[in-house]
Structures are given as C-alpha cells and as structure tokens.
C-alpha cells in the first residue's frame, strides 16, 4: 500500500523560509513530484526528485532521500501569492500512477 | 504554452443520472490519466491509459465509470449512474511519456450530485 505523510498547516512570514517535510512508504517509487494548488484549482508542477539530493528551481527547492522515504520542499523570500496547498505525490511506475499525500496547506502572513 | 482544458468547468447533474466529463490533453502527449478530489481531501487516482486502453485503474474505478478517446483529442470520463458521493472535482492529466514524465494537470470539472 501507499502511505504518504505531510502537515495538515503551516504558517509562515512574508519574506522569511518554510520547509515543508514529506514522508512516504510506498510499495513501489519511483519519483516524488511536489504541486501547488490554490483553492478551487488544479495542480500545478513544481519539481521532480527522483534520485537522492537536492533539486533547486529559483525559489523553490526540494529535497529527498529515498532510504529514510523523505521528501521537503523548501520555499525561499515567500510572498503572499505562495498562500497555497503544497502536494507530495509518489509516482508508482508499476501503476503509471500519481499517489497524493493529504496537502499542506500554507498560509502567508505579512 | 500548451495545456490541457476541461469542459464542462462544472457540472450539476441529479442522482442516478449519467454524465460526460471531457478533456483535450496537450497534442503530443500520449500518457491519460484522470483524478477526482472531493472538497476538502485529497487527489485521489482513478485510472490511467494508454493506445487506446486502460493501463491501471484504482479501486473508486467501478463499473459505473468509463473512458473512452473518440478522437484524436478528446479524452472522456463517463460515470454511468451518478451518486451522491460522486460530488468531486475531477482533474484531467496527460503526460508524454510513462515512466515518471511529469503529468499536467487541466482545470478541473467541479461536478455536484443531487
């Protein structure tokens, strides 16, 4: 089966760094993609890890490592535009399937 | 840049009636999937495919849905007797390759049962 494990809420500053964590156990893996969706709307891709390390795209960075099954994202000089819900998702090449976690709901504060 | 679009963007529709939900996937993508997430819970898989065939569908994927591409550019969800507990949004995705090839997502059909 698939677990896949990520805070409910999270609240950070305008302009500071929030690290948003991920645990999964899987049956199967092969990648971890991370999403943001804004309420009412679709995911949309922010990146891809699918060997251990560190993966940076500007702001956003996310991290992995596949044998303690632990993902973060990191977002940098938030912005209030980054209030969102952050999705980890484990992609499962035997079922050519996305699972989701729950979201991580964060919220930006001036 | 291209994206995938769903029609319609919402749906009411009264229990036990069939519904159609449509999406054009981005033109060279090969790779169909669709997700539902009910208000307040997570994306949930339904099914996938590929050629013209389901490759994996999940457990919510019971007899009463179906898929289908028509054309070279539709891709369909089809739930043949709506429930209650139908009332989801439903994403349309397509990726170009299998493997972990990143899926993009179309807008969603917010679809409400009655």
């Known amino acids: 089966g698939q677990n896949i494990d990520q805070p409910t809420e999270m609240t950070a500053t305008e302009g500071a760094i929030v690290q948003i964590n991920c645990t999964y156990q899987t049956s199967g893996f092969n990648g971890l993609f991370w999403y943001q969706q804004h309420a009412g709307e679709a995911p949309t891709f922010l990146s891809y890890?699918?060997?251990?390390g560190l993966e940076e795209k500007g702001r956003f960075s996310s991290f992995l490592s596949r044998s303690k099954g632990y993902s973060y994202l990191l977002l940098k000089e938030l912005q209030m535009k980054d209030s969102a819900s952050y999705l980890c998702?484990?992609?499962?090449?035997?079922?050519?399937?996305?699972?989701f976690g729950g979201g991580t709901r964060l919220m930006v504060k001036p | 840049e291209p994206e995938v679009t769903q029609t319609p963007s919402h749906q009411v529709t009264q229990m036990g009636q069939e519904v159609i939900l449509r999406c054009v996937p981005i033109s060279n993508h090969l790779y169909f999937y669709w997700y539902r997430q009910i208000l307040g819970q997570k994306v949930e898989f339904l099914v996938s495919f590929y050629n013209n065939e389901i490759s994996e569908k999940s457990e919510i994927f019971d007899d009463q849905f179906s898929v289908e591409r028509p054309d070279g550019s539709n891709f369909t969800l089809k739930i043949r007797s709506t429930k209650l507990e139908d009332s989801a949004m439903y994403f349309c995705?397509?990726?170009?390759?299998?493997?972990?090839?990143?899926?993009?997502f179309g807008p969603g059909t917010r679809l409400l049962v009655l």
């Open positions: 998702a484990v992609f499962n090449n035997a079922g050519n399937m996305l699972t």
């Open positions: 890890n699918v060997l251990d």
């Open positions: 995705a397509s990726s170009d390759a299998a493997g972990a090839e990143t899926q993009y």
